[in-house]
């Protein structure tokens, strides 16, 4: 199957899925506009986002923890969908807004109780996502993450659903202001993309345009206001995201701790770390 490319932006106001050539977006009608110019909207239209923890080593080996015998998962609300060249929102006062470049798996057709050796047949295709996260409210949100992933913006997925690429070989690089923070390889999951949908569809049913993320590699850092989030995965392009100061903030009489107090596994969550 040959890699097709499809992207949905607002086009003279309207919504169109257009399909990538080169630099050129073209739109079913014949209307054009260049790939840098578009404004993105997310790829696709879900009604979950699942994510799975711990799922490269390299991150095992950062948190200096043991990766589980299964995987565990937690889920990001559609509220949070952003898009490729979207405002990412860091809430005045907060100190920990840690980026985490991953691939997102999108699901093609409605599925439930997905065998692994069938997974290829109902995944539509793959996009970039960036799980950003308000690591502030880690403690408080311990074992929910509603908070911490879930507040709005913190979803950027994009620029397009690629369809017909495979994960074999393929390097994730998250970049911050051109600085290379996160690479490695697609080979390194600890659990492959089909494992993730065949095991989930034995408790959920999965819809199209529904999306897995895969988890991130080590180097989840904070990131301020003023600062470029650029995730590439060989094949799928690059997701760019601006963060911004937001209008409102956090406050410790809403329930969180100080945060200069919060300590996970022992290191101090302005280094960074995730689940």
Request: charged letters at 25%; hydrophobic letters at 35%.
């Amino acid at each position: 199957m040959s890699i097709v490319e499809t992207r949905r932006i607002v086009l003279q106001g309207t919504t169109v899925e257009v399909l990538r050539d080169g630099d050129v977006l073209r739109a079913p009608d014949g209307r054009t506009v260049r790939a840098d110019e578009a404004i993105h909207l997310p790829p696709c239209v879900p009604t979950k986002i699942i994510c799975a923890h711990l799922n490269f080593m390299n991150r095992v080996v950062e948190l200096k923890t043991i990766s589980p015998d299964t995987p565990s998962y937690f889920q990001k609300p559609t509220s949070a969908l952003n898009s490729h060249k979207g405002q990412v929102v860091r809430p005045q006062g907060c100190k920990y807004l840690n980026y985490e470049g991953e691939v997102g798996i999108v699901v093609g057709r409605t599925c439930r109780n997905v065998r692994m050796a069938d997974a290829e047949h109902y995944i539509e295709g793959y996009t970039i996502a960036n799980d950003f996260g308000l690591h502030d409210f880690r403690e408080t949100d311990r074992g929910s993450m509603v908070r911490v992933k879930g507040a709005d913006t913190l979803g950027p997925l994009g620029p397009g659903l690629v369809r017909g690429w495979h994960p074999e070989g393929k390097v994730l690089r998250t970049r911050v202001n051109g600085k290379v923070m996160q690479e490695a390889s697609l080979d390194d999951l600890i659990w492959s993309m089909a494992y993730l949908l065949a095991d989930l569809s034995r408790t959920h049913t999965f819809f199209p345009g529904d999306v897995i993320l895969t988890g991130t590699p080590a180097n989840s850092r904070p990131v301020q206001p003023g600062d470029v989030v650029t995730v590439a995965v060989d094949g799928l392009g690059e997701l760019e995201n601006h963060i911004v100061e937001g209008a409102s903030g956090i406050s410790n009489e809403c329930g969180s701790p100080p945060v200069d107090s919060v300590v996970v596994r022992g290191v101090a969550l302005g280094e960074g770390l995730k689940e």
